[in-house]
Structures are given as structure tokens and as C-alpha cells.
């Protein structure tokens, strides 16, 4: 049983608390959201950041639907360019639309899991070659990130974008002519579904598993044809779905798990899902805990969520309810320990002041302005180019000397409204109001209220901590040192320097 | 090996006096001619490692070309539009090798050829070679098996290891340098990431950083940032000062991407900046469409520039401490695409500098004889060059190697030096340093021709390497070792015939 919290006498609900749970259950939380928080109490807090979270799929509408327009031939033929042009645009697209949706997004975990998902199932958009079937694969993330476990890595592994990156459908067997890859197979369990070793130490499957399970799943490939154009030149076209080409699987008996038969792919997500859901439940339980609790794994508690997300059938919603209600999740070892990823860290900005212009979101040529977006890959964490099949890096392997001076030289420049991006010379993008930022918190002209406020939501300091008044003394040391300076966007240039603000 | 045995070696490595450490040297079967030659000694200061990553997949067929072979023209050209061959008479032959030349946009790497300075290695792979540019790139940076998922870099277990697991004092050069795009495992140790990322451009951070102290779990972590971004502040400052001793580049090179790292790099070196490892990523040599224009265009990018940075690095005589290492995830596939050619497997990798035993190591992968996915079949593991790397270049001890830095024993190939009868009378344990631990005097049992030049060299847990003073004995060398500051060395004896390695421990006088 996971004990819950308690809002009694020796720890009460506090904007100390509602600020832990909104900083880690969130990307960007801002204080108007920490102090509604406060108000609402947490278990109302909660069940609203559980509740749906509705992405806006306007501007890669035109993705959504259709076929793939996968290759074009012959390649000196001049559409071959526009088609390749367009290509990059589309991935561009992607990212930008991607980053926009979760800095517009209401207070809801969903942004962080969508994040988190990706990291733990990635694919790139490299990889996985097309937009189209890159945002097929971020809407089953979205629909069901906080949803059936079993269904979520059932979609994610039959879908054409994690076929493809993991080579899928370029694993056959025909005729005893042997072609059968196995990465697919290998990352399935590895990575998605049970890891190597479960919470005892004890290996959960061998490589022979992995060798038949590599086998069963062969046949499945790409449905492609070829389409003449009316000037000439041809597209191969592709469906966005797999299908199985019964003389491309194995169809010998092999043994899985130690059960033998002539299975294929859909037995062999049947058999890892009913003979591994231990494993999986641990899985899944570890990698919610290294997102929302800490890098260092408390093995009991997580045994405790494993109960809870088997007793409700694999749905995670019960799991994460009782994650961010739980006296655990409250505990002071788990609070400010953890590292912000690089994306956090530019969303939270962008969210928390509400940066009214980037060139990525805002340009009417937006497609060929991706200022964010380079950034991000300059952090080396931007959405669909993940560095590995593992997906990102976490916790303090994100921070290295050199990156750490890169985020406080960006979140410095961002707080000043003062960041140049690279096309449009001296222009300040990146730009907000700071006005409206005091005015929406209704203490119009108490600059140090603010800091204060900044120090409770963004640092994780208590109002009684004295580093929180050691944080205020900083910004109004520097608000007298800058007269010219808007204060609030001198108290961000402080906020953004700090060791503290990378943490949450 | 897991963390914990690394952490239980590295204990017992600063504990334990090894004894005699041998390097044997297998004489390599391959014929591998060009100019076999005893490197000189390094000037005094650090051993330098540039790792070049050609991002994608170099086509090794393309690249040191079969030009003879009637198989490589029947499948790679298959019709007119469809030829991913390189043309017989466009190849620039080599000399010695009458079936292969450089693919024609080599030129630059050909001229470094003919000097001595480049070791082309053919065939290089590894088992179940990985067809994932992920994967692949994470094999080759942290020198894994393809079966087991390492997150350090070989790069970053060596300097782990060579540092005894601290990190640079504040002030000091950092110990490795990365730049580029997709950045790996390279430089990553067991414990800790040894690597400074360095963007271009990137200027000291002059504002003030609050730290806030306090006494939780928080604070902890607060102050261990910190010190961090101190550590990159500190990076920032001494490169920058390297940069501003070398403020000028000499040579052309082009406006690329690796052209900039490059003459980053060769203003940190002559700017006497004392990292030892540089890696650099770049590159589109993922060729599966438009190949034969890619192709060209990026071999010339790349290896244009790496010329030009051993020329810059040979006027300022840098060069007897700089080895470039280019590398690529895989080759590629022997029969084509469309317009471009799949992930394949072997290839060869190069090893350029003026102190390389240039020439051509190991023999071209059959065309005819395909592995059961049709692809070429590899001769030379990868590691076998990291070993020779860490063996003959940094003097790291193939024990400590294969049992710390490679997943197992790796044979050296002669890349810095040639097989001689000094390694054989090493291997037989023949030579012994004593008394051990010394202090201002030992002696190496070791018979030298009469009047045979030497030189002995001592190269402590840093990587400095200082020359000791020695006279030759009757079956012994005399070493005086008074300047040495008390600690563990690597021994070098440098001679004409070849090189023997040893330890040595200096105690306190």
C-alpha cells in the first residue's frame, strides 16, 4: 500500500508542496498555476492534471492524413528537389509544432509524459524517415501516455515509424534464405517493455528469446507502390501501416519464454505481455519513477507502484494519482534532486514568461526560421532526434561544464529580451511583457514580492528558508545595479544564472 | 566490466607495482609496405589524439577503390545511370599495391601517402557488426561488443585511467575536447564525462552565479553543478588563452563544418593547450541516394582539411605529437541502390600523422566472398588500432587495456613501429627494471648493439612524457631518474630496431 500523504499538523499543505508537485509534473510551471495549486489542494490539483489535454493539430494537419509520398524518381528530375526540399520543411514542421503544443499547454502532466514516453520508445524522425508516420507515433504517445501500458508498447511497436528505426521491416526469412534482424526484437524487451534484469537482479529473458523472438517477428514490411506523376516523374508512394508477407516470416517452431511453436510477431507481443507482465509492470513503474521521483531508485516504492498499476489492469492513471499523492513523492530527499532536461529548461522559459515572439512559433515564414529548434539540437535534445536507440540521457549526465554556461548564457539573454537570432540582424526576439507578468499576479509595482514568489515556485525555496531571502537580496542588488532595466527582467536574468534554476 | 570492477581495478592498479610489462608486438602477416620506419621521439609534452567521426557510413569501396577487380565494376556499375563505380583510370594508385588506389577526390590523403604519414587499414570491423548509425556509432566510441550496451567511451576509460579518476584542477587544460553535431559516448569514463563540449564561439560566462547554500539533498546537488560550470568556465578560459597564443590559421582549408573544428584544433595545439583528445563529429556519408556526388564532394571536404591540418601542424612542429584518426560507423553495402549504395560493414579506417608507420595494413575484404547478408566480410577488428593507439601512442600497458579499457586482449598492429627482435626479447620477460621502486637511478636489463642509438622515455599518469638521461651498459641500460617527481611511469626504450615497454615507480627521496 503506498502511503499517502497527510495534510496534518507536522508537514501541511503549503505552496512549498504545491510547488514540488507542479515543478515536477510539468514543464514550465508558472506561479499563477503554483498558486491555484495552493488553493485547489491536491487532490483536486491532481485529478485536474490528469485530465485530457487537448493538442492542437492545426498546423500539421495536412500530415495527418493520406498517404506517404515516400521517394521520387528519377532523381535529376527537377520535382525530385522540391520534394526533397520539402521533405526537411516537414520535419522542421514537426519539431516546431511539437515544442509550441507543449509550451501552450494547459497545467497538465501530460506534456512531461509525452516527453518522457519519447525518450523511453524513441524514434527520429531521421530514423524513422517521414513525418507522417513520426506523428502517427506521437499520437499514440498522446493517447495513451497515461493510459494501458500493454497498449501504448503493443502501438508504439507495430507502428511503420519504430518498424522502420528499428529495422522491422527490414527482417525477413524466405525460403531459408535468412535476413532476419534483430534489433527490433532485442529493444522491445531492452528498452520498452522489461529491461535486461528485473528489480531483484535476475535476468528476465536470454538471448535465445531474443534470436526466436527476432525470427517470429519477421515478414512484416512496408507497403509500398509506385505512382506515375503528371510531369513525368514517379513517386514511390507508402501506406501508413505494415503488412505481413507470410513469405517473408520463419515459419519453423520456435521457443520463447520456453514455449514452443510457430509464432509470429502479434503471438510474440502476446507472449512477452501475458509471460513478462511482472516485468513490465517494474518497467514501467522504474521509468516513472526516474521522471517524476528521483534518479536514485527507492526498490520498495516502486514495488508499491507495481502492485497498484497491476491490481488496476495496467492502466496508468491509478499509478501516477497515487505517485503525486503519496507521502514518498512529499518526502524532502525527493525535493529539488532532480535535473532539468535541456527542453525543459527553453519551454519553462517560454512558458513562464510568456515569450509573445520566437521565430520557430511566430514568423509567417515560420517554416524556414528555426532558431528554437537549433538551439535545441545544439543542446542536444531536441524532440524526434533522439542521440540513441536508448532515447536521451537523464538526470546529471545532462550537465556538463560547457552546456551549463550554454543554458545560463541563453536563459540570461531570453530574460532581457535581448536574444538575436540569426537571420533578422539585431532584431530582439525571444521577447515578452514584464509588465503583464506582475499585473496577472496582482502586485503591480512590488518587484520583490516578485522575487520572492520566484524563489518559492521556480527555486523550490520555502518562504521561511533564509536562501530565499538570500535570492531576493541578489535581485535587488542587481535591480539597483541595472535603473534602466525592466526589474522583472532583471530579477530573470538572476533566476536564469543561478546553479539552482537547472533543478527542480 | 561493470562500474564496480572497474572501480575494484583502478584501486588496485595505484596500489599493486606492476612488474614487467610487455608490449609484444605480433608481426603482422599482411604484407604492408610504404616506409617502415622508427618514429622519432615526441618533443616533450603531451601525446595528441584527434578523432575525426565521418558521420553516416563511409563507403570503404569507394574510398580505397578495387580498381583491378572485374567483380567491383560488375556489381557496383550496374548500367549507365546507375554506376556507383569509380572509373579505373580516375583512381590515384599506390604505391606497392597494384590492385587498389584512392578514390580521385583523395588526392590530398594520397600526398600524405607517398609521405609516410598515413596507415590505411584495411577491412577494419568487428563481429556482428551493427547496421544502426546509433548503435553503430556507440560500438565504435565506447569499443563494446556489439552484444553489450556501455555507456563510457574507450577515449574516456583512458583518461579515467591515466588520471586516476580525478578530474583537472581548476586552471588547468581540459582533458578532452568534443565538437560537432551528434555527440557520443566518446569521452565519457566510467564515473564521470572527461570531455568538454566545445561549441565555437563560446566565450567565458562573466556573470555571477548564485549558489545558494544550504545543508539538504538540494544543496548537495547545487554545489556539485557548480563546480561543474566552474569546470567548463575554467575550460572556456584556457582554451581561450591557447587560442589567443595561436590567434591565426595558415593554411586554406574551406568554410565546412570540420574545417572549423580543425583549425580550433590546430590553434589549441600550437597555442600549447596540453589536451590530449580531440573529437570531432561531422559529416554526410550517408549515402544512400545521389552517392556518387555526395561521396566526392565529402572526401574531399574531409580529407582536404585533415591536409591542410598536417601541414599547419608540421610548420609549427606540432606534428610529431598529433595523430588524426578518421572513423566511421560502417561501410557500405557492395551492391547499390538506386542512386546510392545501403549500410554495409568493413571498410578501412586511416591512422595519419608524421610519427605513423605509414603504409597499407591487412588485405582488401574479398567481393566475391560475402558474409549471408551480402556484405563484405571484415579482417581487422577496430580495437586492434584503439590497442595499438593505447599502446604504442600513449604507452599504456596492454594489460591495463585489456583488462580496463578493451573488452578483452586486441593484437597491435605495428602502426608507430615495427616488430623487432627488442619486443621478442621483451616478451620472453628478458628485460627486468631495478631496483623497483627506485629513486635517482635504475637500470633496464636489456642488450643493445654496440653504439646503437636509444632513447628512454618516461610518461607519467598525466600523459607528460619526459626523456630520461641513460647510458648503455653491458646488457643493461642505466637510467638516471633524478628529475622525475615521485610516481608511476611508463617506460618507452626507443631504439632503431623497435621498442619495449616497462614501468617504473619513483619513490620519495
Redesign the interface.
Known sequence: MIEKFKNDGSDPWSMDHAAHLMRRAMIGVRIDEVEAAYADGLYMTVDQMLAPWNMSFQRIEKYRTGDVQAWVTPIDHPYWEVFFKDKDLRYTDTVQWLCQEVANAPASILPKLLMGWHSALPISLNGAQFTEHCLDYINILFENGSGDALKLLREVSTGVAMGIFLNGVDSFWNSGRDGVNENHARELLELHATGVYDLDGKANYTQADIKAMAYSMSGWKLNEWLRPNADGSTSLMRSRNLIFEKTWWDPRQKTIFGETSTWNRDDVLNLVFSKKKRNIAEKICRRLYREYVNDKEDVAFIKEMVQVLEQNNFQMKPVLKALFTSAHFFDAKNRMTMVVTPFEYMISIIRRYKVDYIPDFHDSDARAQDDLVLRLRNFEHCPFYPPHVAGWTNGMDWLDGSRMIMRAETGYAIALGNLKFRNYNGRPVYTYNPDEILESLGINNDALEYARRVGISYLGFSDKDPRNEAFVNECKTAIEKSPTIHSVRTIHSVLQTTVRVNLC | MNRRQLIKSLLSASVALPGVLSTPIKTFAAPYSGIARIAAPPNQGNRILVVVRMFGGNDGLNTIVPYASDEYYRVRKVEA?RDMSIAAETVIKIDGLKDHGFHPSLSPLAELYSEGKVAVIQGVGYPNM??????GA?IWLSASDA?N?EHSGWMGRMLEFTHGGSRPAYGADPYAIEMG????YALAGQNS?Y?????IG?SE?T????????S???AV??Y???Q?????????ISIEAALDRAKTNTQPYDASPIASYLKTVSRCIRGGLETQLYVLHSGMFDTH??QQQVHTQQLDEFFRNIHDFQRELEESGDDTRVVIMPISEFGRRVDPT??GTDHGTAAPVFVIGSEVNGGIYGTAPSLTDLD??DNLRWEIDFRQIYNSILSQWFLINPADSERLLLPRRFDELPLFGRASSVNQINAAGKSVAYPMPCSDKCRITIALEKGEQHQVLATNAQGRTFAIPSIAETEALALDTSSLAAGLYNLTLRTSAGRIHNSLCVVDR
Open positions: 545511370l551493427n547496421l544502426s548509425h546509433f548503435r556507440d552484444s550496451f553535431d551528434v555527440l557520443g564525462m570531455g568538454h563540449r566545445m561549441t563560446q560566462f556573470k555571477k552565479i548564485p549558489v545558494f547554500d544550504g539538504d539533498d538540494s546537488l547545487e556539485n553543478l557548480a561543474i560550470m566552474r569546470e567548463g568556465n575554467s575550460n572556456i541516394h545521389r538506386e542512386s549471408i547478408d
